[in-house]
Protein backbone atom coordinates (compact mmCIF):
# COMPACT_ATOMS: atom_id res chain seq x y z
CA UNK A 1 0.00 0.00 0.00
CA UNK A 2 3.20 2.06 0.48
CA UNK A 3 4.09 1.85 -2.93
CA UNK A 4 0.67 2.56 -4.26
CA UNK A 5 1.01 5.74 -2.13
CA UNK A 6 4.20 7.10 -3.59
CA UNK A 7 4.80 9.06 -6.23
CA UNK A 8 5.27 6.62 -8.96
CA UNK A 9 1.53 5.82 -8.93
CA UNK A 10 0.73 9.45 -9.10
CA UNK A 11 3.39 10.55 -11.74
CA UNK A 12 2.40 7.53 -14.04
CA UNK A 13 1.09 8.71 -17.71
CA UNK A 14 -1.31 5.50 -17.88
CA UNK A 15 -4.21 6.43 -15.71
CA UNK A 16 -3.87 4.18 -13.02
CA UNK A 17 -7.56 2.94 -10.38
CA UNK A 18 -6.72 0.95 -7.17
CA UNK A 19 -10.01 -1.02 -6.71
CA UNK A 20 -11.66 -3.24 -3.61
CA UNK A 21 -13.02 -6.38 -5.43
CA UNK A 22 -14.22 -7.91 -1.84
CA UNK A 23 -17.86 -7.92 -2.37
CA UNK A 24 -16.93 -9.09 -5.55
CA UNK A 25 -15.50 -12.26 -3.74
CA UNK A 26 -17.96 -12.78 -1.35
CA UNK A 27 -20.91 -12.61 -4.33
CA UNK A 28 -18.93 -15.34 -6.06
CA UNK A 29 -18.92 -17.20 -2.86
CA UNK A 30 -23.00 -17.17 -2.78
CA UNK A 31 -23.38 -18.15 -6.09
CA UNK A 32 -20.45 -21.20 -5.96
CA UNK A 33 -22.63 -22.11 -2.82
CA UNK A 34 -26.19 -21.90 -5.16
CA UNK A 35 -23.82 -24.26 -8.01
CA UNK A 36 -22.66 -21.97 -9.99
CA UNK A 37 -19.54 -23.46 -11.85
CA UNK A 38 -19.10 -21.36 -15.30
CA UNK A 39 -19.44 -17.94 -14.23
CA UNK A 40 -19.19 -17.00 -18.07
CA UNK A 41 -22.16 -18.86 -18.92
CA UNK A 42 -24.43 -17.91 -15.92
CA UNK A 43 -23.46 -14.17 -16.63
CA UNK A 44 -24.07 -14.49 -20.53
CA UNK A 45 -27.64 -15.85 -19.53
CA UNK A 46 -28.13 -12.41 -17.81
CA UNK A 47 -25.92 -9.35 -17.96
CA UNK A 48 -27.86 -7.93 -14.89
CA UNK A 49 -25.33 -10.42 -12.74
CA UNK A 50 -22.57 -8.63 -14.64
CA UNK A 51 -23.76 -4.89 -13.65
CA UNK A 52 -24.51 -6.35 -10.14
CA UNK A 53 -20.98 -7.14 -9.40
CA UNK A 54 -19.61 -4.04 -11.35
CA UNK A 55 -21.33 -2.36 -8.28
CA UNK A 56 -19.88 -4.14 -5.91
CA UNK A 57 -16.79 -3.03 -7.19
CA UNK A 58 -14.78 -0.13 -4.31
CA UNK A 59 -12.73 2.69 -5.96
CA UNK A 60 -10.00 3.38 -3.29
CA UNK A 61 -8.12 5.67 -5.63
CA UNK A 62 -7.01 6.81 -8.98
CA UNK A 63 -4.00 8.61 -10.33
CA UNK A 64 -4.06 12.54 -12.23
CA UNK A 65 -3.73 10.62 -15.41
CA UNK A 66 -7.50 9.19 -14.77
CA UNK A 67 -8.89 12.56 -14.07
CA UNK A 68 -7.43 14.01 -17.39
CA UNK A 69 -8.13 11.25 -19.27
CA UNK A 70 -12.20 10.69 -18.35
CA UNK A 71 -12.50 14.12 -18.15
CA UNK A 72 -13.32 14.10 -14.46
CA UNK A 73 -12.42 17.01 -11.99
CA UNK A 74 -11.55 14.76 -8.50
CA UNK A 75 -12.15 11.65 -7.42
CA UNK A 76 -15.78 12.16 -6.02
CA UNK A 77 -16.83 13.68 -9.43
CA UNK A 78 -15.73 10.55 -11.25
CA UNK A 79 -17.55 8.37 -8.90
CA UNK A 80 -20.81 10.08 -9.22
CA UNK A 81 -20.20 9.72 -13.04
CA UNK A 82 -19.63 6.10 -13.55
CA UNK A 83 -22.67 5.16 -15.20
CA UNK A 84 -21.55 7.35 -17.48
CA UNK A 85 -17.62 6.14 -17.81
CA UNK A 86 -19.08 3.03 -18.01
CA UNK A 87 -21.82 1.37 -20.41
CA UNK A 88 -23.57 -1.15 -21.85
CA UNK A 89 -20.52 -1.60 -24.37
CA UNK A 90 -18.21 -3.06 -21.76
CA UNK A 91 -20.45 -5.86 -20.32
CA UNK A 92 -19.07 -8.70 -22.30
CA UNK A 93 -15.27 -7.38 -21.84
CA UNK A 94 -16.26 -7.48 -17.63
CA UNK A 95 -17.66 -10.74 -18.41
CA UNK A 96 -14.34 -11.75 -19.23
CA UNK A 97 -12.41 -10.41 -16.47
CA UNK A 98 -14.61 -11.44 -13.64
CA UNK A 99 -14.66 -14.75 -15.20
CA UNK A 100 -10.68 -14.96 -14.72
CA UNK A 101 -11.07 -13.76 -11.08
CA UNK A 102 -13.44 -16.53 -10.43
CA UNK A 103 -10.89 -19.08 -12.17
CA UNK A 104 -8.03 -18.19 -9.78
CA UNK A 105 -6.32 -16.17 -12.36
CA UNK A 106 -4.59 -12.84 -10.41
CA UNK A 107 -4.49 -11.32 -13.75
CA UNK A 108 -6.24 -10.41 -16.89
CA UNK A 109 -5.89 -7.99 -19.73
CA UNK A 110 -9.19 -6.60 -22.27
CA UNK A 111 -9.75 -4.50 -24.92
CA UNK A 112 -12.82 -2.34 -23.96
CA UNK A 113 -14.75 0.67 -24.60
CA UNK A 114 -14.60 3.01 -22.07
CA UNK A 115 -16.57 7.03 -22.20
CA UNK A 116 -15.32 10.56 -20.70
CA UNK A 117 -17.56 12.20 -18.73
CA UNK A 118 -18.24 14.39 -21.54
CA UNK A 119 -19.35 11.52 -23.46
CA UNK A 120 -15.98 11.34 -25.65
CA UNK A 121 -15.79 7.28 -26.60
CA UNK A 122 -12.50 5.69 -25.63
CA UNK A 123 -10.85 2.45 -26.98
CA UNK A 124 -9.13 1.29 -23.85
CA UNK A 125 -6.66 -1.39 -22.88
CA UNK A 126 -7.44 -2.60 -19.56
CA UNK A 127 -4.88 -4.10 -17.49
CA UNK A 128 -5.90 -5.90 -14.01
CA UNK A 129 -3.68 -6.96 -11.38
CA UNK A 130 -4.04 -9.01 -7.87
CA UNK A 131 -1.54 -7.24 -5.54
CA UNK A 132 0.72 -9.88 -3.60
CA UNK A 133 -1.51 -10.42 -0.38
CA UNK A 134 -4.54 -9.82 -1.27
CA UNK A 135 -5.63 -13.20 -3.13
CA UNK A 136 -7.80 -14.60 -0.47
CA UNK A 137 -10.30 -11.44 -0.71
CA UNK A 138 -9.34 -9.50 -3.62
CA UNK A 139 -9.58 -6.50 -1.74
CA UNK A 140 -7.01 -4.69 -3.42
CA UNK A 141 -6.58 -4.61 -7.33
CA UNK A 142 -4.35 -2.15 -9.41
CA UNK A 143 -6.06 -1.66 -12.64
CA UNK A 144 -4.80 0.13 -15.57
CA UNK A 145 -6.24 1.65 -18.49
CA UNK A 146 -4.67 2.47 -21.16
CA UNK A 147 -5.99 5.42 -23.94
CA UNK A 148 -5.55 3.13 -27.39
CA UNK A 149 -8.18 5.20 -29.00
CA UNK A 150 -5.64 6.56 -32.08
CA UNK A 151 -4.46 3.06 -32.29
CA UNK A 152 -7.65 1.47 -32.70
CA UNK A 153 -9.18 4.46 -34.90
CA UNK A 154 -6.56 3.40 -37.49
CA UNK A 155 -7.32 -0.25 -37.08
CA UNK A 156 -10.68 0.43 -38.26
CA UNK A 157 -9.77 2.54 -40.83
CA UNK A 158 -7.47 -0.03 -42.33
CA UNK A 159 -10.12 -2.39 -41.59
CA UNK A 160 -12.82 -0.30 -43.78
CA UNK A 161 -10.30 0.45 -46.48
CA UNK A 162 -9.88 -3.39 -46.69
CA UNK A 163 -13.28 -4.21 -47.27
CA UNK A 164 -13.70 -1.49 -49.75
CA UNK A 165 -10.91 -2.92 -51.42
CA UNK A 166 -12.42 -6.31 -51.46
CA UNK A 167 -15.73 -4.85 -52.43
CA UNK A 168 -14.48 -3.03 -54.88
CA UNK A 169 -12.34 -6.40 -56.59
CA UNK A 170 -15.47 -8.61 -56.00
CA UNK A 171 -18.07 -6.45 -57.22
CA UNK A 172 -16.48 -4.78 -59.93
CA UNK A 173 -18.11 -4.74 -63.47
CA UNK A 174 -14.96 -5.89 -64.90
CA UNK A 175 -13.57 -9.45 -64.59
CA UNK A 176 -10.60 -9.15 -62.46
CA UNK A 177 -8.03 -11.55 -62.07
CA UNK A 178 -4.78 -11.47 -58.85
CA UNK A 179 -2.49 -13.88 -60.43
CA UNK A 180 1.34 -14.67 -59.06
CA UNK A 181 3.89 -14.09 -62.09
CA UNK A 182 6.85 -14.58 -59.77
CA UNK A 183 8.10 -17.88 -61.50
CA UNK A 184 7.65 -15.78 -64.76
CA UNK A 185 10.21 -13.13 -63.90
CA UNK A 186 12.48 -15.56 -62.27
CA UNK A 187 12.16 -17.50 -66.45
CA UNK A 188 12.82 -14.02 -67.73
CA UNK A 189 15.40 -13.26 -65.36
CA UNK A 190 17.41 -16.39 -65.99
CA UNK A 191 17.19 -15.72 -69.75
CA UNK A 192 18.90 -12.08 -68.94
CA UNK A 193 21.72 -13.70 -66.96
CA UNK A 194 22.21 -16.23 -70.28
CA UNK A 195 23.09 -13.26 -72.48
CA UNK A 196 19.80 -13.61 -74.37
CA UNK A 197 19.19 -10.35 -75.96
CA UNK A 198 16.90 -10.66 -79.05
CA UNK A 199 13.90 -12.18 -77.07
CA UNK A 200 11.96 -12.15 -80.12
CA UNK A 201 13.67 -14.59 -81.68
CA UNK A 202 14.35 -16.66 -78.44
CA UNK A 203 10.74 -17.51 -78.27
CA UNK A 204 10.35 -18.13 -82.06
CA UNK A 205 13.21 -20.65 -80.99
CA UNK A 206 12.42 -22.00 -78.05
CA UNK A 207 8.29 -22.37 -78.48
CA UNK A 208 8.20 -24.52 -75.07
CA UNK A 209 9.34 -21.47 -73.11
CA UNK A 210 6.08 -19.98 -73.76
CA UNK A 211 4.01 -23.03 -72.17
CA UNK A 212 6.79 -23.42 -69.72
CA UNK A 213 5.71 -19.64 -68.40
CA UNK A 214 1.78 -20.44 -69.36
CA UNK A 215 2.11 -23.32 -67.04
CA UNK A 216 3.92 -20.92 -63.80
CA UNK A 217 0.89 -18.74 -63.38
CA UNK A 218 -0.62 -19.13 -60.09
CA UNK A 219 -4.28 -17.82 -59.91
CA UNK A 220 -4.67 -15.98 -56.97
CA UNK A 221 -8.21 -15.71 -56.97
CA UNK A 222 -10.96 -14.06 -59.30
CA UNK A 223 -14.37 -12.10 -58.73
CA UNK A 224 -18.05 -12.32 -59.60
CA UNK A 225 -17.83 -10.73 -62.57
CA UNK A 226 -15.28 -13.60 -63.91
CA UNK A 227 -17.38 -16.15 -63.09
CA UNK A 228 -20.35 -14.08 -65.16
CA UNK A 229 -17.93 -13.85 -67.84
CA UNK A 230 -16.92 -17.75 -68.21
CA UNK A 231 -20.31 -19.21 -66.90
CA UNK A 232 -18.59 -20.58 -64.08
CA UNK A 233 -20.55 -21.34 -61.26
CA UNK A 234 -18.13 -21.31 -58.67
CA UNK A 235 -14.60 -20.03 -58.33
CA UNK A 236 -13.59 -24.08 -58.20
CA UNK A 237 -15.18 -25.18 -61.55
CA UNK A 238 -13.56 -21.69 -63.40
CA UNK A 239 -9.94 -22.82 -61.72
CA UNK A 240 -10.03 -26.26 -62.87
CA UNK A 241 -11.38 -25.45 -66.14
CA UNK A 242 -8.88 -22.26 -67.51
CA UNK A 243 -7.84 -24.60 -70.37
CA UNK A 244 -11.53 -24.26 -71.80
CA UNK A 245 -11.19 -20.70 -71.66
CA UNK A 246 -7.76 -19.86 -72.42
CA UNK A 247 -7.25 -22.19 -75.82
CA UNK A 248 -5.08 -21.96 -78.85
CA UNK A 249 -5.31 -18.14 -79.09
CA UNK A 250 -4.01 -17.50 -76.05
CA UNK A 251 -0.52 -18.54 -76.67
CA UNK A 252 0.12 -15.72 -79.43
CA UNK A 253 -1.39 -13.17 -77.18
CA UNK A 254 0.51 -14.42 -73.86
CA UNK A 255 3.38 -14.31 -76.68
CA UNK A 256 3.01 -10.80 -76.80
CA UNK A 257 2.66 -10.12 -73.09
CA UNK A 258 6.21 -11.91 -72.40
CA UNK A 259 7.67 -9.82 -75.02
CA UNK A 260 6.19 -6.04 -73.12
CA UNK A 261 7.62 -8.20 -69.56
CA UNK A 262 11.14 -8.27 -70.91
CA UNK A 263 10.86 -4.72 -72.41
CA UNK A 264 9.76 -3.61 -69.25
CA UNK A 265 6.05 -2.70 -69.70
CA UNK A 266 4.69 -4.09 -66.44
CA UNK A 267 1.40 -1.86 -67.19
CA UNK A 268 -0.16 -2.88 -70.89
CA UNK A 269 -3.15 -3.70 -72.38
CA UNK A 270 -4.17 -5.91 -75.74
CA UNK A 271 -7.11 -7.18 -77.20
CA UNK A 272 -7.87 -10.84 -76.56
CA UNK A 273 -10.04 -13.94 -77.15
CA UNK A 274 -10.99 -16.42 -74.62
CA UNK A 275 -13.62 -18.90 -74.36
CA UNK A 276 -16.96 -19.33 -72.08
CA UNK A 277 -17.34 -23.10 -70.21
CA UNK A 278 -20.11 -23.42 -72.93
CA UNK A 279 -17.23 -22.95 -75.66
CA UNK A 280 -18.96 -19.18 -77.01
CA UNK A 281 -16.08 -16.63 -77.99
CA UNK A 282 -15.36 -13.74 -75.73
CA UNK A 283 -13.55 -10.92 -76.72
CA UNK A 284 -11.70 -8.88 -73.90
CA UNK A 285 -9.52 -6.30 -73.45
CA UNK A 286 -7.04 -7.38 -71.33
CA UNK A 287 -4.86 -5.05 -68.83
CA UNK A 288 -2.20 -6.26 -67.06
CA UNK A 289 -0.22 -4.53 -64.12
CA UNK A 290 2.24 -5.73 -61.22
CA UNK A 291 0.85 -3.79 -58.11
CA UNK A 292 3.36 -1.27 -56.84
CA UNK A 293 4.41 -3.10 -53.57
CA UNK A 294 5.45 -6.72 -55.72
CA UNK A 295 7.50 -4.76 -58.92
CA UNK A 296 10.43 -6.66 -57.43
CA UNK A 297 8.85 -10.02 -57.87
CA UNK A 298 5.74 -9.78 -59.86
CA UNK A 299 4.10 -11.73 -56.80
CA UNK A 300 0.85 -9.92 -57.08
CA UNK A 301 -0.40 -8.67 -60.76
CA UNK A 302 -3.45 -7.80 -61.43
CA UNK A 303 -5.72 -8.89 -65.15
CA UNK A 304 -8.72 -6.71 -65.73
CA UNK A 305 -10.44 -8.46 -68.84
CA UNK A 306 -13.38 -6.17 -70.33
CA UNK A 307 -15.55 -7.68 -72.23
CA UNK A 308 -15.75 -6.77 -75.76
CA UNK A 309 -17.75 -9.14 -77.43
CA UNK A 310 -20.90 -7.01 -78.53
CA UNK A 311 -18.33 -4.65 -79.92
CA UNK A 312 -16.32 -6.77 -82.07
CA UNK A 313 -19.92 -8.32 -83.09
CA UNK A 314 -20.92 -4.58 -84.03
CA UNK A 315 -17.09 -4.02 -85.56
CA UNK A 316 -17.15 -7.27 -87.67
CA UNK A 317 -20.89 -6.33 -89.35
CA UNK A 318 -19.85 -2.90 -89.96
CA UNK A 319 -16.47 -4.73 -92.11
CA UNK A 320 -18.96 -7.11 -93.33
CA UNK A 321 -21.91 -4.32 -94.45
CA UNK A 322 -18.32 -2.77 -95.82
CA UNK A 323 -17.45 -5.71 -97.85
CA UNK A 324 -20.34 -7.83 -98.91
CA UNK A 325 -23.93 -7.13 -100.35
CA UNK A 326 -26.68 -7.69 -97.61
CA UNK A 327 -29.22 -9.18 -100.12
CA UNK A 328 -27.09 -11.89 -101.75
CA UNK A 329 -24.71 -12.44 -98.94
CA UNK A 330 -21.91 -11.95 -102.10
CA UNK A 331 -19.16 -9.22 -102.09
CA UNK A 332 -20.08 -5.96 -103.18
CA UNK A 333 -18.24 -3.68 -105.86
CA UNK A 334 -15.78 -2.51 -103.43
CA UNK A 335 -14.46 -5.65 -102.39
CA UNK A 336 -14.50 -6.56 -106.15
CA UNK A 337 -12.33 -3.02 -106.85
CA UNK A 338 -9.97 -4.57 -104.85
CA UNK A 339 -9.50 -7.66 -105.18
CA UNK A 340 -8.98 -6.95 -108.55
CA UNK A 341 -6.04 -4.93 -107.85
CA UNK A 342 -4.82 -7.19 -105.62
CA UNK A 343 -4.67 -9.77 -108.55
CA UNK A 344 -3.09 -7.55 -111.17
CA UNK A 345 -0.13 -6.90 -108.15
CA UNK A 346 -0.02 -11.02 -107.28
CA UNK A 347 2.55 -13.12 -108.97
CA UNK A 348 -0.01 -15.75 -109.00
CA UNK A 349 -0.85 -17.00 -112.23
CA UNK A 350 -3.03 -18.36 -114.06
CA UNK A 351 -6.28 -16.15 -113.03
CA UNK A 352 -9.45 -16.53 -114.47
CA UNK A 353 -13.11 -14.99 -113.91
CA UNK A 354 -16.57 -15.33 -114.84
CA UNK A 355 -18.97 -12.59 -115.30
CA UNK A 356 -22.87 -13.10 -114.99
CA UNK A 357 -25.81 -11.22 -115.22
CA UNK A 358 -29.09 -11.93 -114.81
CA UNK A 359 -32.16 -12.30 -117.39
CA UNK A 360 -35.09 -11.25 -117.07
CA UNK A 361 -34.92 -9.34 -113.69
CA UNK A 362 -36.30 -5.83 -114.30
CA UNK A 363 -39.32 -7.77 -115.88
CA UNK A 364 -39.93 -9.71 -112.92
CA UNK A 365 -39.69 -6.81 -110.68
CA UNK A 366 -42.29 -4.87 -113.14
CA UNK A 367 -44.72 -7.70 -113.18
CA UNK A 368 -44.39 -9.23 -110.08
CA UNK A 369 -42.83 -6.49 -107.40
CA UNK A 370 -39.52 -6.25 -105.74
CA UNK A 371 -40.02 -9.04 -103.17
CA UNK A 372 -39.94 -11.95 -106.01
CA UNK A 373 -36.70 -9.88 -107.83
CA UNK A 374 -35.16 -9.89 -104.46
CA UNK A 375 -36.09 -13.36 -104.05
CA UNK A 376 -34.86 -14.22 -107.52
CA UNK A 377 -31.22 -12.14 -106.18
CA UNK A 378 -30.82 -14.10 -103.05
CA UNK A 379 -31.05 -17.44 -104.88
CA UNK A 380 -28.52 -16.68 -107.18
CA UNK A 381 -26.31 -15.58 -104.19
CA UNK A 382 -26.97 -18.62 -102.80
CA UNK A 383 -26.01 -20.91 -105.69
CA UNK A 384 -22.68 -18.89 -106.15
CA UNK A 385 -21.57 -19.02 -102.57
CA UNK A 386 -22.35 -22.75 -102.79
CA UNK A 387 -20.02 -22.89 -105.83
CA UNK A 388 -17.13 -21.45 -104.09
CA UNK A 389 -17.45 -22.94 -100.91
CA UNK A 390 -14.10 -24.37 -100.24
CA UNK A 391 -11.65 -22.61 -102.87
CA UNK A 392 -9.71 -19.26 -103.32
CA UNK A 393 -12.38 -17.63 -105.58
CA UNK A 394 -14.66 -14.58 -104.87
CA UNK A 395 -18.25 -14.06 -106.06
CA UNK A 396 -19.09 -10.07 -105.98
CA UNK A 397 -22.29 -8.39 -107.31
CA UNK A 398 -21.38 -5.18 -108.90
CA UNK A 399 -24.39 -3.92 -110.04
CA UNK A 400 -28.42 -4.66 -109.73
CA UNK A 401 -28.38 -7.88 -111.89
CA UNK A 402 -24.48 -8.17 -112.57
CA UNK A 403 -22.27 -10.82 -110.49
CA UNK A 404 -18.57 -11.76 -111.05
CA UNK A 405 -16.68 -14.67 -110.07
CA UNK A 406 -12.41 -13.89 -109.60
CA UNK A 407 -10.64 -17.44 -109.72
CA UNK A 408 -7.42 -17.00 -108.53
CA UNK A 409 -5.05 -20.11 -109.59
CA UNK A 410 -7.50 -21.21 -112.10
CA UNK A 411 -6.68 -22.41 -115.39
CA UNK A 412 -9.09 -22.79 -118.27
CA UNK A 413 -9.49 -26.61 -117.46
CA UNK A 414 -10.35 -25.49 -113.65
CA UNK A 415 -12.75 -23.02 -115.48
CA UNK A 416 -14.33 -24.95 -117.58
CA UNK A 417 -15.15 -27.29 -114.25
CA UNK A 418 -16.48 -24.33 -112.53
CA UNK A 419 -18.47 -23.39 -115.05
CA UNK A 420 -19.87 -27.24 -115.65
CA UNK A 421 -20.97 -26.70 -111.40
CA UNK A 422 -22.30 -23.64 -112.05
CA UNK A 423 -25.22 -25.12 -114.74
CA UNK A 424 -25.88 -27.95 -112.53
CA UNK A 425 -26.56 -25.82 -109.27
CA UNK A 426 -28.61 -23.80 -111.27
CA UNK A 427 -30.49 -26.46 -112.66
CA UNK A 428 -31.20 -28.65 -109.34
CA UNK A 429 -32.19 -25.05 -108.10
CA UNK A 430 -34.93 -24.30 -110.80
CA UNK A 431 -36.10 -27.68 -110.23
CA UNK A 432 -37.28 -26.38 -106.54
CA UNK A 433 -38.54 -23.08 -108.15
CA UNK A 434 -40.04 -24.30 -111.90
CA UNK A 435 -42.42 -21.66 -111.62
CA UNK A 436 -39.86 -18.85 -111.34
CA UNK A 437 -36.51 -20.45 -112.70
CA UNK A 438 -33.05 -18.40 -112.74
CA UNK A 439 -31.73 -17.52 -116.38
CA UNK A 440 -28.42 -16.19 -116.23
CA UNK A 441 -26.17 -14.83 -118.95
CA UNK A 442 -22.47 -15.76 -118.76
CA UNK A 443 -19.10 -14.87 -120.36
CA UNK A 444 -15.58 -16.19 -119.09
CA UNK A 445 -12.29 -15.77 -120.00
CA UNK A 446 -8.23 -16.57 -118.39
CA UNK A 447 -5.80 -14.81 -118.51
CA UNK A 448 -3.26 -14.64 -121.19
CA UNK A 449 0.57 -14.68 -121.34
CA UNK A 450 1.84 -10.95 -120.71
CA UNK A 451 -2.51 -10.05 -120.40
CA UNK A 452 -3.71 -7.57 -117.32
CA UNK A 453 -6.34 -8.76 -115.62
CA UNK A 454 -8.50 -5.30 -116.56
CA UNK A 455 -8.28 -7.18 -120.20
CA UNK A 456 -9.28 -10.63 -119.25
CA UNK A 457 -12.70 -8.93 -117.69
CA UNK A 458 -12.96 -7.46 -120.01
CA UNK A 459 -12.66 -10.07 -122.31
CA UNK A 460 -15.26 -11.88 -120.29
CA UNK A 461 -17.52 -9.20 -119.73
CA UNK A 462 -18.30 -8.63 -123.63
CA UNK A 463 -19.57 -12.63 -124.00
CA UNK A 464 -21.10 -12.12 -121.30
CA UNK A 465 -22.83 -9.31 -123.05
CA UNK A 466 -23.07 -11.52 -126.55
CA UNK A 467 -25.17 -14.26 -124.68
CA UNK A 468 -27.43 -11.46 -122.95
CA UNK A 469 -27.89 -9.96 -126.47
CA UNK A 470 -28.79 -13.17 -128.13
CA UNK A 471 -31.01 -13.80 -125.13
CA UNK A 472 -33.09 -10.93 -125.78
CA UNK A 473 -33.39 -11.53 -129.55
CA UNK A 474 -34.54 -14.98 -129.59
CA UNK A 475 -37.07 -13.64 -126.55
CA UNK A 476 -38.17 -10.97 -129.36
CA UNK A 477 -38.21 -13.99 -132.14
CA UNK A 478 -40.55 -16.22 -130.10
CA UNK A 479 -42.91 -13.31 -128.93
CA UNK A 480 -43.21 -12.67 -132.93
Not at 30 to 59: S, T
Not at 68 to 92: S, T, V, W
Not at 164 to 177: D, V
Not at 418 to 433: A, G, K, M, P, T
Amino acid sequence: MEILDSSVFDLSPIAMWLEDFSEVKQQFEIWRQQGVENLQEFLQEDEARVFLCARKIKILKVNPKTLELFEADNLEHLQQNLDLIFKQDMAKTHIQELSSLWNGHNEFISTTVNYTIKGTRLDIQLRGTVIPGYEHDLSRLLITTEDITSYKTACRLEEKNRQLAESRFHFSPTSLWVEDFSRIKARLDQVRHLGIDDFKTFLDVHHDFIMQCIQDIIIIDVNQATLDLFGAADKNTLLKNTHKIFAKEMVQTFREQLIELWNGNIHHQREAVNYALDGSIRHVLLQFTVFPDYRDDWSMVQVALTDITARKKAENYLEYLGRHDVLTKLYNRSFYTEEVNRLERSPIRPVSCIFLDMNGLKEANDNFGHDVGDGLLRRVGSILNQLIQNTLYSASRIGGDELVILMSGADEAALHNCLHSLHELIHVDNQFYSSQPISLSIGSATVRENERIEDMLKRADQLMYQQKNQYYADNERRAR
